[in-house]
């Protein structure tokens, strides 16, 4: 299971989603059944305190993290640093948002510069990509760059803005990103007029196409309408997550028992770390369960004895 499979929200700045209180945030976000959040943690050279603030909270509640930082080119060695330094304050992963700055003659020379430090000094961690929908409109961009040092390539297909059908939209992002031989996690549409139905086709198709993850653009830019399909695409992401686990008939007996029931959006997410709050619920079930099948026994018990002595 790669670190971006499931569903994706992007954070451009997080103070402007419900007033940025984490707790408002972690309730939402675990109603919406997500994967995790990718927190802008940079832009250019300059670092945002945000990915240092929230990203931990995200943590510890269970939720994966990806640092994006906007890359410019014009000091790709500063750019670096900052990227580094974000996935040094915990990031699962990062993303690089690489978009027209990106079209310019030389361009591939500060990309593969930015890339090459970035990867020497964080081999292990994964790296994503993501720019422009359709490769053909955009061939100046140094796409060849980016597919050689990143693992995953995160096209933005935002059809309504492109002024064209989804279905079109995909096929034509589909058939680029093909020549690059990469595992492609699409960033869907989630602002503007973008309807509850389009969004949900969209991840229908990508899911069907054989693509394991999928992100939206943005969570503080997304109506109520939009949050509901995102929801409504966990559970299309995540399904019946545990058929192929090891502990599948644990698992069962478990949720069987009330003792470890899952997420609201009918997943177990088995390979997911718990947090102190989940595995305290989980010990309180048990414990709960425990005396009460010990207060029937001993009461069985009772009533034998009790039984015994009135018959004898």
Known sequence: MAVWDGNWLWIWTAESILNGNPDAMIAVAKDLGITGMIIKSHDGTRLWSQFARYSPIFKRNGFKVAAWGYVYGNYPQGEAYMAL??????????????????????????????LEIVREQAPDVPLGFTSFAIIDYHRSFPWEVFAEYCDVAMPQVYW???????????????AGYASLGKSVVPVGQAYDEVSYEDMVKFARIVREDGCSGISWWSWQHANDNQLRAIKEVSRMFYGSDYDDRPAKEDIELLKELGIMVGYP???????QPATREEVASALARMWRLWSREMRKTMAMAFNEAADKLVGS
């Open 160 to 174: 309504f803005t492109m002024g064209i059908p989804v279905e079109e939209a995909w096929r034509l992002t589909k």
């Open 265 to 271: 959006d009918g997943t177990f997410r088995p390979t």
């Open 85 to 114: 330094e974000s996935i040094r304050q915990g990031a699962d992963w990062y993303i690089v948002d690489a978009e027209s700055e990106f079209e310019k003659g030389g361009s591939d020379i500060a990309a593969r510069t930015f």
